[in-house]
């Protein structure tokens, strides 16, 4: 009998804490499906940060250090340095990576420091109870924003691809959604290049996953995916922005 | 034995990490430690080692945290303001039992103080700085010698007991040039790093370097062991040195840079007829209570000498149960006291008994 | 011979060379040795000083605060120190940049122009070592033979070149009358 569909092998087998609804899970599934793929989970670290995805120490089978808040390129930097043939991935949420951990993320990204970064952008702080992120879209209702984040007050949301795009050391950043099939596919050939590069020791590689919260949006998990659709889209187009290509 | 070179504080402990076998760095510069990040960012490449300046203390402290999981002897120095902003990480790196080397070379705080020599971050070093219940263990050499023997220590202490040690100097000792000899390194028996996250290479289960543990019953636990292994180096890793303490009325006690110009102090007491001796901890944590006890049967008065507002001088009263009046001599901000004031303030103290 | 010594003048005059000759000088000669110079944001064009203690025992405080022996070359470090000097001490004055005597009348003064002797021999960077040999000489803080020795310890390997110049200035301070 053939088998079309298995628990990837870098993915632990127990059961996780996110809520219902929520990507954490697809992105997950998608890092461990690669890192299958590749064959490289017995070469690879992980580094968790501090937000939705704390206990991702517990979900990948490959090493795993858990992380100060926005200290996961830091604390890769440190163990990229020391292991350099290894494979080295930080997985960051917004406030994590865009919010107290943007100068070691810009600076990572500089150094050309050679890890991937899989950064999930679902435009709040989840794990304290939904307060505004660097990603929140303007007018957005958060528990820190309840009247609407008003750029004049709060200043405006963070594109981080875009951002990092312009650093010389940057060699791969692509932005995709967790939204539907398709983009989920999209998604998965998108980090399995950010791995392939930094294999290929070409330099800092990120892959921004558009993400849902359902609970903290207020919205059952179809309406979120729709909501993620109208108002995450526009703002956050999806995309490669930028790819150094392949031989260098 | 190798040949005497003079060297500066700050380049004898670079040198010293590398015979160590400390081949990673990460550091941010700051007065008045730079030297020894300028030393390591000239020689690491010569030896095989990977020097990083970080875009801060505070990532300079994680990438720190990461080579250590990594399984790397690692090291990153800084001054006052600097240790200031690692000190999260060196929570972090304590609560993940990760054995790391960290530089405090002070200088006069608070804020941004001064550059001069300081001693005002003896509480940081020794009761905390960062947050949570944890413990470094804190040498403080007072001669570029002891720099050099006591960054091995560090090293060897730190992989032992998987701890954070911190060598506590400050700019004098940093600055001041004195021959040295460089032994070669010999490791203690070390423990294999089993724990490290170096990759399974699919031959083991994978292994977990964290600080969170959600149920507090686990946590308090977690906590507890550690608090064993703590037990363990007060027991077993105390050190002091004593000068003229065996007839002494008066103990003067002091650590690093004050405990040499104490000790010019007291030799001008004795010159003088008064009995007066140094008592020198080596360790500030663990703390060589039992040598302030030994000597407080003996002595009549303690005098401590601390270029702070009074650091150390509780854990002297501490040591001793406040069995013998402690005096205090001190001075602040980058100011180095000298040894007329602390003959001074012995004298008055010897007028008084 | 043990002695503590204060070298002060601007930055770029070779203070701390200095300072490291008569170091290394006494460490070669089996004494102890401490070096320390005043570091900080003078350290860059400003005033700049060092101590050294050359001693048969231990030392303790690394720091002179009464010298035995003041090297001055400029009125600001001579200004500075020459009221610290130990009763019956020895000021070293370089009068081509000082144009006045010490007030000091306890200690023995020597006034040596040693900047104007260094541009005359052709040497105008060792102004420091012409003061260094008339230090060795009228002190006797440590031997003229040992000088030899110090001089491959504190100069490069890759600027040997710049041994025979050194020589020249030690022995035109030290025959200094």
Known sequence: MKTVFEHPKALSDVLMHYCPGCTHGIAHRLVAEVLDELGVCGNTVGVAPVGCAVFAYNYFECDMIEAAHGRAPAVATGVKRVLPNSVVFTYQGDGDLAAIGTAETVHAATRGENITVIFINNTNYGMTGGQMAPTTLPGQVTTTTPYGRDVKANGHPIRVCEMLATL???????????????????????????????????????????S????????????AMKWLEENMLPYYPLGVYKDIGGDK | M????LVKGNEALGEAAIKAGCRFFFGYPITPQTELSEYLAKRFPKVGGTFLQAESEVAAINMVLGAASAGARVMTSSSSPGISLKSEGISYIAGSDLPAVIVNIQRGGPGLGGIQPSQADYFQATKGGGHGDYRLIVLAPNSVQEIVSLTFDAFDLADLYRMPVMILGDGMLGQMMEPVEFPEHSDRVLPEKTWATDTTQGKRKKNIVNSLYIKP?????????????????????????????????????????????????????????????????????PFPKAEYQRLAKTAKAFLTVEMSMGQMIEDVKLSIDCSRPVHFCGRTGGMIPTPGEIEAKAREIAASL | MAGKMLLAGFGGQGILFAGKMFTYAGMLEGKNVTNIPEYGPEMRGGTCNCSVI???????????????????MNLPSLARFENAVA????????NTLIDRETTREDVDAYYIPATRLAAEAGIPKLANVILVGKVIRESGICSMEIM?????????????????????????????E
Not at chain 2, 226 to 239: D, H, N, P
Not at chain 3, 56 to 64: K, M
Request: glycine share 6%.
């Open chain 3, 87 to 94: 009763p019956g001490g020895k000021i070293f004055i370089d």
């Open chain 3, 148 to 176: 030899d020795k110090v001089l491959e310890k504190v100069v490069p390997p890759s600027r040997q070149a710049l041994i025979a110049p050194n020589k020249k200035a030690l022995e035109i301070g030290y025959n200094f």
């Open chain 1, 168 to 210: 010389s050391g940057t060699a791969y950043a692509e932005r995709v959604a967790l939204n539907n099939v398709k983009n989920v596919m999209a998604a998965k050939r998108a980090i399995k290049k950010a791995f392939e590069y930094q294999i290929a020791g070409k330099g800092f590689s990120i892959v921004e996953l558009l």
């Open chain 2, 2 to 5: 190798a040949d005497k070179v």
């Open chain 2, 217 to 285: 019953d686990v946590l308090e636990k977690i906590v507890l062991d550690r608090y064993a292994r703590y037990a363990e180096v007060e027991a077993k890793e105390a050190r002091a040195e004593t000068y003229l303490t065996d007839d002494a009325d008066i103990i003067i006690t002091a650590y690093g840079a004050t405990s040499r110009i104490s000790r010019n102090a007291v030799d001008a007491l004795r010159a003088s007829g008064i009995k007066a001796g140094l008592l020198r901890p080596i360790t500030l944590w």
């Open chain 3, 54 to 72: 050359i001693d048969e025992n231990p030392i303790g405080s690394p720091l002179v605060l009464e010298p035995d022996i003041l090297i001055a």
């Open chain 1, 212 to 223: 849902t919260c359902p609970t903290n949006w207020g919205l059952a998990p179809t309406d």
